[in-house]
Structure formats: C-alpha cells, structure tokens
C-alpha cells in the first residue's frame, strides 16, 4: 500500500490561509498524488490532483516538492464549509486509493 | 445523472441478521469500489468490480461479506450473520476505466449499526 503522513489535526481562522501538508517518501514515478476532503456524515469529495507540477483549480491549490516526497495542500480563504477531514492519497494508475487517517481541519470563526 | 446513490443511508439490524446495501453508480462508470469506515478512521478498501467482474477483494472481506454487480450497473453489498464489528460506514465509489480529472465519486454512504 502507498504510504502517506499527515498531522492529525489543524487550526485556521475564517477567511485565513490554511496549508495542510503529507508527506510520501515511498512514491514511485507513476503515483499521483490525489487529495480529497470528507465533510461530516458525507462521502470523500474530490479535491485536486498532480503528478510533478503545481495545480490549482477552483477549490484549491497543489504545491508538490521538487522530489515529490511531500506535498501541500493550499485553502487560499479558509470558510467554515471547509472543516472536514482532508486525505492524501497516491494512485497508482489503474488501482483503488488507500485512506489514511486525515487531517481534520477545524477552522475558527 | 445525480451521482452515485447508495441505498440505505441508515440501517439497524440484529446481530445475526443478514443485511444487504445497494449502490448505484454514475452511470457509464464502468468501475465501482466498496469501502467501509469506521469512526475517526479512514475509509479501507473492501473490493471493486470493472463492469461485472470482481477484480480485487480485500482481506477484510470476510466469507460473510459477498459484493455483486450483475450487469455492470448497479451493485449489492450483503453481509451474513452480522456482528457488531461491522458496525461503519459502507462508502461506494465510481470512476470511468481512464480516471477523469475530478477523480473518483463517492456516495454519501450507508451507515450501519449492528445491535
């Protein structure tokens, strides 16, 4: 199984940025690196995703080491809506993810 | 299409009852994934289906859990002689053969509770 590494828990205050790290020193060349967030009682929601470069979309930001042995995950504007539990994941293509445990966001008003 | 329903959301049963969940996925997905997670942890792989072949299943499938997908559709998770270990949230996912880029959809889970 792909290995990945998160702090348990974090803080952010409302409207602040939030930078959520995962560390993955075992990942081959082909992994990608997914995250995806769980709201209270709701399924996993996709987030983002890369393989070496930077990625940002609507939701928000991937910043990946130049080594790719870590990665970063950037809420520009933390909101409320955005507590939940937030997972790393790496894909090797063609297979099924494996969970860890998450960061728990918690985010102050 | 509304995304991937899982049925029910909420289920009590007995312990030694039988239970079984349904799932069904984005439609022209042709792969489906079964997980269960437990409180304060993360979902854990139980198995997945490329259309109606079962391609993979994990060692926490035990010979009581069984996971089907007729037609490549929908799919069904059954649980024999339930205990209260299977107590968790049943999470279902689909995904197209080549990932997309919003990666894979999740259902809103079936919780279970074995009393």
């Known amino acids: 199984d792909a290995k990945t590494t998160q702090p348990n828990s974090m803080e952010s205050n409302e409207e602040e940025p939030v930078h959520l790290p995962c560390n993955h020193s075992t990942i081959s060349g082909t992994d990608y690196i997914h995250w995806y967030r769980q709201l209270p009682s709701q399924g996993p929601e996709y987030v983002i995703h890369?393989?070496?470069s930077n990625v940002n979309n609507r939701m928000a930001s991937l910043a990946i080491a130049e080594d790719r042995k870590s990665s970063t995950l950037i809420l520009h504007r933390a909101t409320l809506r955005d507590a939940a539990v937030y997972y790393c994941i790496l894909l090797p293509t063609g297979n099924q993810f494996y969970f860890g445990t998450g960061t728990s966001l918690t985010v102050i008003p | 299409d509304t995304g991937v329903s899982q049925d029910p959301r909420h289920k009590i049963t007995k312990r030694g009852q039988n239970v079984t969940f349904r799932c069904d996925p984005i439609s022209e997905h042709n792969r489906l994934y079964w997980y269960r997670q437990t409180l304060g942890q993360g979902p854990e792989f139980l198995t997945y289906?490329?259309?109606?072949?079962?391609?993979?299943k994990s060692r926490l499938l035990s010979d009581r859990f069984s996971a089907e997908r007729p037609k490549g559709s929908f799919s069904t998770l059954e649980i024999q002689r339930t205990e209260q270990g299977d107590s968790a949230m049943y999470l279902c996912a689909s995904s197209p053969l080549r990932l997309p880029t919003y990666g894979y959809t999740f259902g809103s889970g079936t919780r279970l509770t074995v009393v």
């Open positions: 890369g393989l070496t």
């Open positions: 289906f490329q259309n109606e072949a079962q391609l993979e």
